[in-house]
């Protein structure tokens, strides 16, 4: 089926956190439109951006955009933004049942708000390989209250000024901002309105249940900078897909989820029915400093506005705990039979090491010594209509300076230019169509002393293979020994940890231009990520639509 959506983007005032901000809303919803699909249907949507100043573009998370690289919807690749007043087609198909997302991809405007959920179910003649008998999804984000604008200027201030933790979590949308932190405020500055049931804004999320049915609970996660722990207040949860992937079912107690992941977990309603419980998420792997964010189980008919859980929110794991989400990240194999299985070797290896740098007295982030900016002229329309200049022809390297006594625990060496230099970049790494290709993502010490910080890394087109994860530095010898090649799980997001590296493997099959790139939303905007083409003698051509900036513009 066809399934047609007319979008209009512009700011609008809303409270997802009781806060009064502006937010970057389509059709003045924040989170924005549900997309409701069935695997094969094609989604077109007639975006029009109603932003007074500035270009727009969505980015359709998971979907793999085969034959439409042209609308996957990232500024700088696959076309120029759409600008003020203009509207622009995309239309493409959903090649996966799952639980996926769309967002902003310019900027950071995905902080500002800009996002929405894409459940895909699969066609009435085909059965999950689970049973539930209701299903229902949760988008987590996290909130700020500076503008995107100001957080921007902050990364590129000389002192550097970070986004710092958000104000609060929200859980499709909704999160309350524990008003008592605002200075002098007690609930009653002007910014803080009150955070009861009179403003249904600040109503809890509600999920309702009833008594001995099992559900099915899509959790995907939109956060700009937080990983996240996500609990269900007794009751344990069942995984059995992984970003639209089967895997072998695992229970677990609480869920680790990071930026551009997403989860089906099955849980049972067999606890205490005449109360209602906490679903919570917490933060990991960074200090925390932001309070749980809260939605309401409700065991039907239970009311919820009287019968809030008796219960203290929930708590989670250390947030600096990282055995326990490497050992989490490890549960997850795929379910035989249910996927291709894994290519048993690669025809290219690259090694990619994440570094933080200055340049320029900047802060910025870079991969094997480049830090990614964003060039005026799309990649897709550079490759396909032969702009020579559109970038460096200068390959970035497949591996780290070659210092083989690199030491990922460091502060970079103050004498040693390799570590200390990095420089901007921006030509992709090519590949050769159907190329079988390991990427390795090698994490480190950042500029702050005994400090390295997780890395949730996101690959556009497809969804790769996680071959193993690693502390400290890869070895090449000997690691790739024990990488698993019997069941790795696929999917599009992998998390790297703090002084750790994780291995996936992926066919560049699919003609086209593709971010890999760190899906915290100021870190890529710092520079972490890598683009790679494939296939590119076999681009198609490209709608007129997705050019007319940089090196595209007609010339007379
Ligand atoms: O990108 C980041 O910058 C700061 C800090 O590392 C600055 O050195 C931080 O916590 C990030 O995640």
């Known amino acids: 089926a066809v399934q047609y959506y007319d979008w209009t983007v512009a700011y609008t005032y809303a409270s997802p956190d009781c806060v009064e901000k502006l937010v970057m809303a389509v059709n003045g919803e924040v989170p924005g439109p549900r997309i409701d699909a069935t695997e094969g249907d094609t989604i077109v949507v007639n975006l029009t951006n109603h932003l007074p100043t500035e270009g727009v573009v969505i980015h359709w998370h998971g979907m793999h955009q085969v034959g439409t690289p042209y609308y996957d919807g990232t500024a700088s690749v696959s076309q120029c933004t759409i600008n003020s007043g203009e509207t622009f087609t995309y239309s ?15 900027g950071m405007q995905r902080t500002a708000g800009l996002y929405g959920s ?7 003649s085909q059965k999950e390989p689970f049973d539930y008998d209701d299903e229902a999804s949760v988008l987590l984000s996290d909130w700020w209250h500076k503008s995107i604008y100001e957080q ?7 002192p550097f000024r970070f986004v710092g933790e958000p104000q609060s979590l929200l859980i499709e949308g909704r999160g309350k901002y524990n008003c008592a932190l605002d200075p002098g405020s007690n609930g009653a500055s002007p910014s803080c309105l009150p955070c009861n049931a009179s403003n249904p804004e600040c109503a809890y999320h509600v999920i309702p249940v009833e008594h001995g049915k099992t559900y099915r609970l899509r959790i995907a996660s939109i956060t700009s900078l937080s ?4 609990v269900l207040e007794g009751h344990n949860l069942t995984v059995v897909t992984i970003d639209g992937r089967y895997i072998e079912p695992v229970v677990v107690e609480n869920l680790d989820i990071y930026s551009g992941q997403s989860y089906s977990v099955l849980f049972t309603a067999d606890q205490d029915q005449s109360r209602n419980y906490w679903a919570g998420i917490n933060v990991r792997g960074r200090v925390p400093n932001t309070t749980t964010g809260l939605a309401v189980l409700q065991y039907l008919p239970n009311s919820t506005d009287l019968q809030l859980p008796p219960s203290k929110p929930p708590g989670s794991p250390a947030w600096d705990d990282f055995d326990y989400s490497l050992a989490q990240a490890r549960l997850y194999k795929v379910k035989p039979g249910y996927e291709k299985p894994v290519p048993q070797s690669a025809g290219r290896t690259l090694i990619l090491l994440n570094t933080q740098n200055k340049i320029n007295g900047h802060i910025k982030w870079a991969i094997n010594n480049v830090s990614f900016v964003f060039p005026p002229t799309p990649f897709l329309a550079a490759f396909k209509l032969k702009l020579k200049n559109a970038f460096s022809p200068i390959a970035p390297p497949d591996l780290p300076p070659n210092k083989p006594d690199f030491n990922i625990f460091a502060l970079p060496n103050p004498n040693d230019p390799s570590e200390i230099n990095a420089n901007f970049g921006s030509s992709p790494y090519v590949f050769k169509l159907g190329e079988i290709v390991d990427v390795i993502v ?5 500029l702050n002393p005994n400090n390295s910080e997780i890395h949730p890394w996101h690959l556009h087109g497809h969804d790769f293979w996680i071959l193993g994860y690693g502390k400290g530095k890869f070895d090449p010898q000997n690691d790739p020994q024990s990488f698993n090649l019997a069941d790795p799980p696929l999917r599009n997001t992998v998390a ?6 994780v291995a996936i493997r992926f066919v560049a099959n699919n003609p086209g231009v593709w971010p890999f790139h760190c899906h915290i939303e100021s870190h890529f905007y710092m520079g ?4 790679f083409a494939e296939g590119i003698h076999k681009l198609p051509s490209l709608p007129t639509e997705t050019l007319g900036c940089g090196l595209t513009k007609p010339r007379h």
């Open 442 to 446: 090698q994490n480190a010490n950042t």
């Open 152 to 158: 921007q200027l902050g990364l590129d201030s000389i």
């Open 528 to 531: 972490m990520g890598v683009i």
């Open 92 to 106: 493409f198909i959903v090649d996966r049942a799952g639980t996926y997302f769309w967002h902003g991809h310019f």
């Open 227 to 230: 990983s996240l722990n996500f």
């Open 118 to 124: 894409i459940i895909v179910q699969l066609p009435d």
């Open 496 to 501: 790297v940890f703090p002084y750790g590296w």
